[in-house]
Each structure stands twice: as C-alpha cells, then as structure tokens.
C-alpha cells in the first residue's frame, strides 16, 4: 500500500501531518538532533489534541526560513493534509495509533520518492523534498 491523499480518516491523516512538519523542519534547518518526530512522535500518536497546536506553531517559525515559492508550496501541503481534519482528538485508540503510524510512514515514503527518484530502492540516504522536487 503507498500513499492514500484521499484519505479522510483523521489518524492517517495526522500522521501524515507530522511527516509534512518533519520535512519542513528539515527544509528550514536541515538534519538536527532531535527533530519534531524524536521529540513529539509518541505525544502525537497517542495524544494528538495536546501536541500538534503546539507544533503547528513551532512549524510558522521554520515557514518563515524557507524561500517564497518553498514556504507556498508547503503551506499548500499542509492544508491539503489538515483539510478533511475539524478537530485534534483529545486521545487515540491503538488502532488510531496504527492508522497514525501508516500514515506518518506512507508520507515519509512518498516525501523520499520525491527526493531521490533514482534511489527509490534504498531509501536510507534520502532526504524528503518539497513539491517541486527540491530537497525539503
């Protein structure tokens, strides 16, 4: 199964999101420590309600580093990602956590594939990209 954009089920979609903030960061200050995946990834899978408004305002600061066309092109990503979304849920099941972790994985995936279409088989080295191809 790859990358489903159509899919409206909100921990698919949440994960997805944190895959989206992930490469903007990585976009913004390039490969870090601790990364807002390292430090949010368990919050945001089983408490997203807490974590992710704080990380989407984490997220305008690196906006903000990135050139126009990167910054529109990934401020589009993001209302693509959160546009079927009302409201962060207080709390996720486990089957909402596993939801949430295909969705995080399958647009992590598709975020390398972008960035290194000629190694789409080893997908260790890659770095996520924008839109556009160009290195998130």
Known sequence: MSLDVNNPDPAYRLGRLLAVLE???????????KNVVNRYYSAAATRPGSVFPRMLELTQHHLAKLPT?????RQKQLGEVVNELIAFSPMQTLEEQGRFALGYYHQRYANFQKAAPETASNTDNAEPTNEEGEKA
Do not use: P, V
């Not at 066309?69 to 092109?73: A, E, K």
């Open 69 to 73: 066309r990167s910054r529109i092109s």
């Open 23 to 33: 490469a903007i960061q990585y976009q913004a200050q390039g490969a870090l420590n």
